[in-house]
Structure formats: C-alpha cells, structure tokens
C-alpha cells in the first residue's frame, strides 16, 4: 500500500486555502490508507506484545476480528461484481480502488496493489498481487478509496473515530505503559482489554452492514456495548452474544430476555427494547449525499484523558430536543457555505464524515437556545469535526470552515515536512491569550485566512444589507488577525523548502484578499483589536510582540 505524493500544484491550491477536487481526493485517500496501515501497526503491535501485556486468547479474537471483517470485504466485493454484470452502476467494495478519482483522472496502475482478484465460498481472497503487505494471520488490508458515497462496510471501517481507539491500543501495547507496580500493571491490563474489546464490536458492526451471517460473544464497557454506526445496547450483563441473520441482530445474555435490531440501510438499526439507542444521521448536505452521522456513542469519541484543549467542553449524549437544533442549523448549512464560495461547500462534502456533539459551554446559552459554542478537530480522527449545538447555519457554516482548513493542514503536514520548529510556546496569535509554537500559529494563521476568504466572499455577493455589514467586519477582524500572524511565519529560518512554497501561497492569497478591502470603519476596529490584543498579550507575557507597522 503506496501513500500518495503530492504535486506541487496542490500544495499551492491548499496554500490558498482551496484543493480542486482531486487535491481533495488526494488528503482523504492519505488518510484512509494511513487509517488501514495503522490498523496492520496493532495487529503486529499485539502479536509482538509479551504475554503479561496481551495475552494470546486476546491476540487470538483480534485475529478472529479481523477474519471476520475479511468476510464482509469479501462479500461486499461480491455483491459489487454482481451488480455490474447485471448491468446496473457499480459500487467498489471495500478491498477494491476506485476506478477515478473526483476528478476524473485515471487511476496509476501501480495502485492496484493488494487488490482482491476473486473470493471464495469461505469469504477469503482466492487470488492477489504477492507483492501487496500482508496483515498477520495471512489477511490483508482493504483498500481505500477517495469517493463521496462509499460502501456502508467501508465506511464503518475507515470511520473517523476508529483512529482514537486505535492510537489508544497501541500506546496501551507499548513498552512504555507496562508498568512495574503489579497492581498498575493490572488495572492497564483491563483498560487495554476494553479497548480490544471494541474492535470485536467494530467488526461485528461491518460485517452486519455486509450481510455476513455470524455469531460472536462481545464485551461491553462501562455498561453500554456500542456497535459503530448502529447503536448501542444499555446492559450490565458482562457478555453478550450475539447472532447476526439478514440484516438481524438478536442480542442474548444470562437471565435476560433476547434484545433483536434490524439493521437499517445507512446509519442507525431499529429496536422495540428501551435498552437499545439508535446511532443517529443527519441527512447529506446535498440531496444525493449520503447522511451524516452525528455521533454521540461512540466511547471513543473525545480523549481519554488526554490533556484538555483550551476552551472545549467535553461530550453529551443528545435528547429528541438537542438533535432538532442540530437538524435546524444543519438544513440551511449547505447554502451558507455556498454563500462563501462553490469550493467551501466541496471541501465539506470531500472531507465531512461524521460530527460529534459537545457539550455547549457555561454560558454560550440563553433562553433555552446556544448563543455561541466551541468547536474541534483531532489529528487522529480525520473527518470528524466536534461541535456544541450549533446557533445557526450561517455559524455552524463558519465552524466547518474553520475546522476542516486545521484538518486539511493536518493532513498537509502528515504528508510532507513543513518546518523544523522546535515547539517552543512563544509567538503571538491574536486568537489566543496564551502563547503559541510555531505550528499552532501556523495553524490558525491558516484557518483564520479561510475564514477571512469565507467572509469576504459573504460580503461582495451578500444583498442583505445587515448581513452584508457583518461579513465585512467579520473578514476585517480574519484578515487583520492573520496579518499579525505573518511576519513570525515568515521570518522563520526552521521553514523546509516544501513549506517556504506553503507560507508563500498564503501570504500571496492573503495580498489577493486585500485588494477588496473591508469598509473603513471595520478596518478600523479590526486593527485597533488587534492591537489592544497585542498590548494585553504584552502585559501577561512580558515579551515583545510588536508588529513591523508599529
């Protein structure tokens, strides 16, 4: 499995805070493949661990797990074939590459590596490419593709969320968290149990999507069995089985009466018990996209502690009220974002897979509704964006756009080395009270300069009078915010020769931008905030800040 290179042209399209569709498609199968090749890292993670870190019965259900999800590519890539020899659109499965990118472009055919060529009546690959990586056991990682619509097992797989659990299990795998204390050693002993746990849950949740008939005993956590992209079942039973039959699941423990689902085409199963929540979608940003999942179960979804990032509030599980907010601001989210310009609302289409409710914070409320709210996105968890209850379209629209430029950076930095900083917090950003690195300003500076772009482009086709002041001052206060950013990103001498080309796109797109300026007066007390900003930053610090206009 080969990660894509990144042509030059691309890098100035994501400098410019934009990406055509197949610099788009080029991030998101980045990310896929580095998801897959992560999942291959814990397998042999877990079977080079020693005894006392992870058993061999645990090693054994991974490899069990992974047979299993082997079973439902294969049946996906069979139900695809089928489909095309009837005639009818196909669908790749989730072991297949794409035939084109978003683009268009043809696909090299070097990428075909690892491509299942056929499967067999017991769901294993009959023939492939020896050249392509093998997985422990003899199994091989599915491929990834960069569509919008993908295989519903395809998607459970590469779910966003599934990058935290998995970056859990390996620092839990590792030598250094094996501690010496025999009383530590077994409570990680349990904690890294759980957490393999949920891969036999997210196995049994692709292969019911697949319509692979199974039956598997399942360990829930904390009282709750969540079953990624379906649902999650509420018990205090420490196992459950259950047996999976055309798009039924019957859940059966001890002394309990049977629990059964349907699994529902998309996102969510249906259940008459009151044990079992659905997973819950919101409907495609567009009205041939597929829905969104806003995922509230997931129990890995937000940090496990892990330290607590400056003004986000922690998650929540949404009521019937909470998801019609949400579902309001969501309805008229694809037209705010194409208030901005056709790229914003492609960027969130390619990019978006699932949102995760937060928390709104102390008083980002009034009257029952949220009046602001905080927002983010984790480096492991591409495509996933956390959100309180959004107030409006126009703000939640503001939000992705934000968000998702710290994803598209992420992932720029993934791929190629930017800089050489040493991480030292010490530089000014106006969005902060407190001191930066060199990265963390990068990463605002590059956020902030797409959310000027968002607003500016509001401003010049907006024809509500009110609106259109708003965007004005929104992009004065972006626009001047970056401007202070620029002279420490680009007077650095730790920039590679990759990210001198970088800061040089956004410092022209930052020109570009200001050959519209705002009207006076927003530019007026965009600056004079900034500045007020810079003095207080002074006071605390106690360092100089001062801008080259001063």
């Avoid at 074939?81 to 659109?89: D, F, I, L, S, V």
């Avoid at 079942?233 to 039924?248: N, Q």
């Avoid at 968000?403 to 720029?412: D, I, P």
Wanted: charged letters at 25%; one cysteine or more; proline letters at 8%.
């Amino acid at each position: 499995m080969i990660l894509p290179h990144l042509p030059a042209p691309a890098l100035t399209e994501l400098g410019r805070t934009g990406g055509g569709p197949g610099t788009l498609a080029l991030l998101v199968r980045d990310q896929d493949t580095r998801r897959l090749l992560m999942l291959r890292a814990l397998l042999e993670a877990a079977e080079a661990a020693p005894a006392r870190t992870c058993p061999a019965a645990a090693r054994e259900r991974l490899a069990q797990d992974w047979a299993l999800l082997e079973a439902a590519e294969a049946a996906e890539t069979l139900s695809a074939r089928a489909t095309a020899t009837a005639g009818r659109p196909r669908a790749a499965g989730v072991g297949e590459q794409a035939e084109a990118t978003d683009s268009g472009e043809p696909h090299d055919a070097a990428d075909d590596r690892g491509r299942y060529e056929a499967a067999d009546d017991a769901g294993r690959s009959a023939s492939a490419d020896e050249s392509a990586p093998r997985e422990p056991h003899g199994t091989r990682l599915p491929r990834p593709t960069g569509e919008h619509r993908i295989p519903a097992a395809r998607a459970a797989l590469l779910h966003p969320l599934l990058g935290p659990w998995a970056q859990r299990c390996l620092r839990g795998l590792g030598p250094a968290h094996a501690p010496a204390d025999a009383a530590e050693r077994e409570r990680h002993r349990r904690e890294l149990a759980a957490d393999l746990a949920h891969f036999s849950a997210v196995a049994a949740a692709v292969a019911a999507r697949s319509g692979v008939p199974y039956e598997v005993r399942l360990t829930p956590h904390a009282g709750q069995l969540v079953l990624p992209s379906l649902g999650a079942l509420h018990t205090d039973a420490p196992h459950l089985d259950l047996v999976h039959r055309a798009g039924r699941l019957t859940f059966r423990a001890p002394g309990a009466a049977d629990v059964v689902v349907r699994v529902q085409d998309t996102v969510g199963a249906w259940s008459a018990s009151r044990h079992w929540t659905s997973a819950y979608a919101l409907p495609g940003l567009l009205a041939d996209d597929a829905p969104l999942p806003l995922d509230d179960l997931d129990p890995y979804r937000t940090v496990h502690g892990g330290p607590h990032y400056y003004g986000l509030s922690g998650p929540v599980t949404l009521d019937d009220g909470e998801r019609k907010r949400w579902l309001q601001a969501w309805s008229g989210t694809a037209d705010a974002l194409r208030l901005g310009g056709e790229q914003r609302l492609a960027e969130t289409r390619a990019l978006l897979r699932c949102l995760v409710p937060l928390a709104v914070p102390p008083g980002a409320s009034a009257g029952g509704r949220s009046t602001g709210g905080c927002s983010a996105t984790r480096r492991e968890a591409f495509g996933a964006v956390l959100s309180s209850t959004p107030p409006s379209a126009t703000g939640f629209a503001a939000t992705l756009v934000h968000e998702l430029h710290h994803a598209k950076l992420t992932v720029l930095a993934e791929m190629v080395t930017l800089h050489h900083s040493d991480g030292q917090t010490r530089h000014f950003a106006p969005w902060r009270p407190d001191p930066r690195p060199y990265d963390g300003l990068l990463q605002g500076a590059y956020s902030h300069l797409a959310l000027a772009d968002y607003f500016q482009r509001r401003a010049l086709t907006g024809t509500d009078p009110v609106h259109r002041e708003d965007a004005w001052a929104q992009y004065a206060r972006y626009h001047e915010q970056v401007d202070a950013a620029l002279p420490a990103l680009v007077g650095s001498d730790q920039l590679t020769e990759v990210g001198r080309q970088f800061v040089d796109a956004l410092v022209g797109h930052h020109q570009r931008l200001a050959e519209q300026p705002a009207p006076r007066a927003h530019a007026f007390r965009a600056r004079e905030y900034v500045r007020a900003a810079r003095r207080l930053w002074a006071q605390r610090h106690g360092l100089d800040v001062r801008h080259p206009r001063d």
